[in-house]
């Protein structure tokens, strides 16, 4: 592939998604990061993108796609209700890792009266937060992606594998029988490391998001815990996630119970996850 056809590779990928690291578009050109970077550099000095630390964003995006306040009008009265029906499942004082999504922001506000603690890399949600005397709230490092309102990059990802939680959640660009799917490598890569971090993982899903695919795989249905969605969704689809052992919330549809009255089985205690071995005895919990 010539130099020319990276760089118009680049530019097409970075005007789907706005903002790509070094590393995916790597991947997508199948060629050396160091490639990559000179490939970024020479397209900025031209001005149609700008370097970040560790990728490059679109200098002037001609849609509001992605922009957090746009984004927080669509299905507005499903993300208000799932985001109430998701907030019911989180126990009092629990340690909380809250994505950057716009119906995750929307259970941000339905949670300050269980007094959580708040481990996050949305802005929007720091920023509900940041006159309240009730709770604590960690916010990663990272590149600010100004049109979401998110922290991005390494230092964000990073954070996120130094902590661990009782719950993490997340929403998602769409979800199918072969998993759950999202806009650009940068979310993909911090979510995982949240999934990662957490005893369980709720996602909030409205049923626009059924059956639809995005553009990078997160992650497969099997490390889901529950799914809360709203009353438009599919009933067969539905009916799958519970045959794959997924808890399976309905806004507006049940009585809800907080997940640690679930059975004890329903997964590890975290004070047993930190007394074991997996992370190692000297790994920092709730501090970044």
């Given at each position: 592939?010539?130099?020319?056809?990276?760089?118009?590779?680049?530019e097409e990928h970075l005007q789907?998604?706005?903002?790509?690291?070094?590393?995916?578009?790597?991947?997508?050109?199948?060629?050396?990061?160091?490639?990559?970077?000179?490939?970024?550099?020479?397209?900025?000095?031209k001005g149609t993108i700008r370097r970040t630390h560790g990728g490059a964003r679109l200098a002037d995006p001609k849609s509001d796609e992605f922009a957090f306040s746009s984004r927080d009008t669509h299905q507005l009265e499903q993300k208000e209700a799932i985001a109430e029906a998701c907030a019911r499942l989180v126990a009092a004082n629990q340690t909380i890792i809250i994505d950057a999504g716009t119906t995750c922001y929307h259970v941000a506000r339905h949670l300050e009266a269980k007094t959580p603690q708040v481990i996050t890399?949305?802005?929007?949600?720091?920023?509900?937060?940041?006159t309240s005397n009730r709770l604590e709230v960690v916010v990663t490092g990272g590149v600010i992606y100004p049109r979401l309102g998110v922290l991005v990059g390494p230092l964000a990802v990073e954070a996120f594998a130094k902590?661990?939680?009782?719950v993490a959640i997340l929403s998602c660009g769409g979800?199918?029988?072969?998993?759950?799917?999202?806009?650009?490598?940068?979310?993909?890569?911090?979510q995982r490391a949240m999934i990662n971090a957490a005893r369980r993982v709720i996602f909030c899903i409205d049923s626009s998001k059924i059956g639809r695919q995005s553009i990078s795989q997160l992650c497969d249905l099997d490390v889901i815990d529950v799914v809360v969605t709203d009353q438009q969704?599919?009933?067969?689809?539905?009916?799958?996630?519970?045959?794959?052992?997924i808890r399976v919330v309905l806004a507006g549809a049940e009585v809800i119970e907080p997940l640690n009255e679930l059975p004890a089985d329903a997964s590890v205690p975290l004070e047993a996850i930190h007394e074991s071995s997996?992370?190692?005895?000297d790994m920092p919990v709730h501090v970044l």
């Open positions: 592939m010539t130099t020319d056809e990276r760089q118009r590779r680049i789907k998604v706005e903002f790509a690291s070094l590393d995916e578009l790597s991947e997508l050109l199948d060629t050396s990061v160091s490639t990559v970077r000179r490939d970024v550099t020479l397209l900025a000095s890399n949305s802005l929007p949600v720091a920023n509900l937060y940041s902590v661990r939680a009782d979800i199918t029988a072969e998993g759950i799917t999202n806009s650009h490598g940068l979310l993909i890569e911090i969704a599919p009933p067969e689809f539905l009916a799958m996630l519970a045959q794959r052992n997996r992370w190692g005895d």
